[in-house]
Nanobody, 124 residues
Framework: QVQLVESGGGSVQAAGSLRLPCAASPYMPNYQCMGWFRQAPGKGRQGVATIHSVGTKTYADSVKGRLTISTDNAKNTLYLQMYNLKPEDTGMYYC??????????????????WGRGTQVTVSS
């Protein structure tokens, strides 16, 4: 079974940038969809961005133009590049993968593999 490990989180000031890698081990199998979700304090987990195996990307309205999802299959890694961060971007960021469903949206299920998360804190 694939394991997903996020990293790259931290504390930044508003308008700052971060890049979150999500490493798949032992390798990144043929996924249908991979995505990033975040959970703010006291709130439910929400989809931020997804990428289908054919390359189609989906973003939450609140992050369009600021966050970019990408994969490097040679490195078995999913990325979330974040620019112009806002305090409302604060939360625990999780990467997820699905290997079977044709769905590749911002709502879970059907994501079957999850990382443990990396914390992002944006101060004003």
């Amino acid at each position: 079974q694939v394991q997903l490990v996020e990293s790259g989180g931290g504390s930044v000031q508003a308008a700052g940038s971060l890049r979150l890698p999500c490493a798949a081990s032992p390798y990144m199998p043929n996924y249908q969809c991979m995505g990033w979700f975040r959970q703010a304090p006291g709130k439910g987990r929400q989809g931020v961005a997804t990428i289908h195996s054919v390359g189609t990307k989906t973003y939450a309205d609140s992050v369009k133009g600021r966050l970019t999802i990408s994969t490097d299959n040679a490195k078995n890694t999913l990325y979330l590049q974040m620019y112009n961060l806002k305090p409302e971007d604060t939360g625990m960021y999780y990467c997820a993968a699905d290997f079977f469903s044709a769905y590749c949206g911002l709502v879970d299920p059907p994501y079957s593999s999850w990382g443990r998360g990396t914390q992002v804190t944006v101060s004003s």
